[in-house]
């Protein structure tokens, strides 16, 4: 199915769910690796569980993206 969506419409989507993807996997490794932050975070594993959603959102949406727009 082709897209009816103009190319560059498509094109500043994709790029701002890869922007918002490794955002997120670079709060897990700051997280995980640098220990920065953690007195803000008093449950480390549900901050991670949730920057982990939140990628699975921007991949979910660069999925659709793909699949149906280009």
């Known amino acids: 199915m082709r897209s009816i969506m103009a190319p560059q419409i498509v094109d500043v989507l994709i790029k701002q769910c890869e922007a918002g993807i490794e955002r ?10 640098k220990r920065v932050g953690l007195a803000e975070h008093g449950d480390l ?21 793909k699949k149906h727009f280009t």
């Open 24 to 33: 997120h996997k670079m709060n897990v490794r700051v997280l995980t690796e």
């Open 45 to 65: 594993i549900v901050t991670i569980e949730e920057e982990l959603d939140k990628i699975a959102h921007f991949e979910d949406r660069l999925s659709v993206l």
